[in-house]
């Protein structure tokens, strides 16, 4: 049976866009593939609010966390764990054997830039990876406050942000970073598949510097073949799931940048209010998340059970994360949900559990 789905991606995902998959094929090096590749290039420029490069990547988000610190990482990385995604980093740092470092915080808090500033003042590191939105806590990290810090105290530190569970959902100004990634089965609501990444001029002029980017997860074979072949990749991307992209793109330029982030907040703002009536919030006051909402799940109500009793009615939210299972709930209010939803979804949830 179809659930209506409430998690951290992927995301529901509307019939027209799944339809736009079914277009009839060709190949990566026509004509076709170009023009579809500069499309996607241009349409997320005016999404992103970029003049920056944006790339296209056939793979999921961590492809790009992967390639981006191979690109970059030559003294050491210092990564900013206050979750399991932002743990991911650090695992990524090690298992490439990239010097690192890492700052690490209770689950359910936010890094500060102060942290970041006493860390960074070791001298010991060149790049800092940041995670805008911890999808496993709730978390929403005060970002673009680092990153003014970083950028008047170091500023030739790399800034990278993995902005999965948030970009096109909250508002993130991309400028001010060198790499900010997505994948597309969370706030653009596509099937998973694809990621893509704003990237400044300096980061690939860095990377020229850098030995051993890999192959595919090299950022200037990417630039190169944007630039040479116009929008296309060195090897096949994903051809379905690029119309799907360049469709859905339109419908968000349609809605409006304002009004997109307004309606995710507004979604947030429900969400966080119910749970505060019959739960708690679980993250740090003053950093909930603008795109996923965790509760604390203080009255011992199983998780699980609600979720199959959720799944009767066609709907599904998702368990706490990690070691974070059963003692917290996550609703996702992310991609083309509706207030409307939010509250189909609340008012199931009131139903099953007699609020
Ligand atoms: C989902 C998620 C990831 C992993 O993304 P993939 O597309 O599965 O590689 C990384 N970071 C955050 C914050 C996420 O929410």
Known sequence: ???KLFIPGPTEVL?????????????HRMKEASVLGMSIINKLKKVLETDQYVIIWTGSGSLIMESSIRNSVKKGVLNTVCGSFSDRWHKMAKANGLPNGKIEVDWGKAIKPEMVNTELSSGKYDVLCLTHNETSTGVMNPTEDIA?????????????????????????DVNKFDVVLTS??????????????STSARFFERAETVQNRGLYTDFLQMKK????????TPSTPAL????????????????????????HA???????????????????????????TVGTNNKGVSIADLNKKLAEKGLAIANGYGKLKEQTFRIAHM?????????????????????
């Not at 019939?15 to 190949?27: D, R, S, W, Y």
């Open 225 to 232: 073949y944007i630039d040479e072949r116009e929008g296309q």
């Open 148 to 172: 003014d810090m970083v950028h008047d105290k170091y500023p030739d530190i790399f800034i990278l942000v993995d902005a999965v569970s948030s970009l096109t959902g909250a508002p993130l």
């Open 335 to 355: 991609g083309d949900l509706k207030l409307s939803d939010i509250d189909e979804v609340l008012g199931a949830i009131d139903e099953i559990l007699g609020h």
């Open 266 to 292: 507004d979604m947030a703002h429900r969400t966080r209010a119910w749970v505060e009536e019959h739960f708690e919030i679980f993250p740090e006051k003053g950093y909930e998340s603008l795109t996923v």
């Open 184 to 197: 597309t089965q969370k706030c653009v609501a596509l099937p998973p598949g694809l990621s893509f990444c």
């Open 15 to 27: 019939p027209e866009v799944l339809q736009a998959q079914t277009k009839p094929m060709f190949g």
């Open 240 to 263: 379905s799931l690029y119309n799907a992209l360049d469709f859905q793109l339109d419908r968000i330029l349609e809605e409006g940048m304002t009004n997109r982030y307004k309606r």
């Open 1 to 3: 049976m179809k659930k």
